[in-house]
């Protein structure tokens, strides 16, 4: 299995991006997926996460206003839209991936929880 994403980049405060998270070698129907982030000098941690079954979502408190995550099963793809992004929305932003299991989103944000991980995305926001 292989997870790559793209779509980071440079932004302005206020602007928007969308991740991708690419997911090859077994289908994302069966995956919990989700995405986390490092900032420099800061531990990684979880932004939100969704069920490749039936879509369910959950998402850090941080996440709830301002990121949507989606999927897409034909494409084998999970997406995280940004929209209003800060400077403190700035670091490496990661895709993770697992196979399902019953209490998957009540654990979504442990990363030991995961099996594969991609190489991940800069997200630079700055004026």
């Not at 989700?34 to 959950?58: L, T």
Request: proline content about 3%; some cysteine.
């Amino acid at each position: 299995v292989q997870l790559v994403e793209s779509g980071g980049g440079l932004v302005q405060p206020g602007g928007s991006l969308t991740l991708s998270c690419a997911i090859s070698g077994w289908r994302l129907q069966y995956f919990g997926v989700g995405w986390f982030r490092q900032a420099p000098g800061k531990e990684r941690e979880g932004v939100a996460c969704v069920v490749g079954s039936d879509g369910s979502a959950r998402y850090a408190d941080s996440a709830k206003v301002n990121f949507t995550i989606s999927r897409d099963n034909a494409k084998n793809t999970v997406y995280l839209q940004m929209n209003s992004l800060k400077p403190e929305d700035m670091a490496v932003y990661y895709c993770a991936a697992t196979n399902y299991y019953r209490n998957y989103i009540a654990h979504c944000f442990m990363e030991p929880k995961y099996d594969y991980w991609g190489q991940g995305t800069q997200v630079t926001v700055s004026s």
